[in-house]
């Protein structure tokens, strides 16, 4: 059973450009959380999808940030724009919340964005 | 206040010695509980869930103290291997998920 998947793992971009970063789930999951880490820092809640629908996005910056989680095909976390300050470490997780109660959130390994 | 809030040390240990890590929680209506442990510029790895009996994985001991809403857990016989960041991780209504701010630990030889 694959784990949570993203890509890319590294991504650099340009101020300015945009920025696409992608999560499978681990098969089975329908909950996605998105977290992002600044160096030295700790986790920080952005947004959390299920299928076809932003649960809770109190996380997010109002501006150039947006996800989504479409019914076929990976989540996605799109930042627009980007600037220097939006270089971390985004991390994305899933859950299930299934009848087995098996609430654990599992970690794909990042995608480090670094913005030039 | 914050939802979860951890002493983020660091700690630094002996090989060999016992060190324990505390977290408290704020929301009372809580319902699952979770030590992880985080390497340098990786992703976060669930250690333990954390059952209200109390639970123990070999060297690792978490207990839950629901009436005081603190989390602990116990490494004994610290490796060097068990260097990194324990992040306290707690589960409230709404499926969302709250992270403490990790405690770091240094095993010395």
């Known amino acids: 059973n694959a784990g949570v998947m993203q890509n890319p793992r590294h991504l650099v971009r340009r101020r300015g450009q945009e920025a696409r970063l992608r999560c499978s789930p681990m098969?089975?999951?329908?909950?996605v959380y998105w977290y992002r880490q600044l160096p030295e820092e700790g986790l920080k809640f952005m947004v959390y999808?299920?299928?076809?629908?932003?649960?809770?996005e109190s996380g997010m910056p109002k501006e150039r940030f947006s996800a989504e989680f479409p019914k076929e095909g990976p989540s996605i976390l799109r930042i627009q724009q980007v600037v220097r300050g939006d270089s971390a470490a985004y991390f994305c997780?899933?859950?299930?919340?299934?009848?087995?109660?098996?609430?654990?959130?599992?970690f794909g390994p990042g995608t480090r964005l670094t913005v030039t | 206040r914050k939802e979860v809030e951890q002493d983020p040390g660091p700690f630094n240990v002996p090989e060999g010695a016992t060190v324990a890590f505390n977290c408290t929680y704020s929301?009372?209506?809580?319902?699952?509980f979770f030590w992880y442990r985080q390497d340098c510029r990786k992703e976060p790895k669930l250690l333990m869930s954390?059952?209200?009996s109390g639970n123990e994985d070999g060297r690792f001991t978490a207990q839950l103290n629901r009436a005081s809403q603190y989390i602990s857990l116990l490494i004994r016989d610290s490796k060097l291997s068990d260097s990194a960041t324990y992040l306290c991780?707690?589960?409230?209504?709404?499926?969302?998920?709250?992270f403490g701010t990790g405690t770091s630990l240094t095993v010395i030889p």
């Open positions: 997780a899933s859950s299930s919340f299934g009848a087995d109660k098996s609430y654990e959130q599992y």
């Open positions: 098969k089975g999951h329908s909950h």
């Open positions: 999808l299920q299928k076809e629908n932003i649960i809770d």
């Open positions: 929301n009372s209506a809580s319902q699952s």
């Open positions: 954390v059952y209200s």
């Open positions: 991780v707690v589960l409230t209504t709404g499926n969302q998920f709250y």
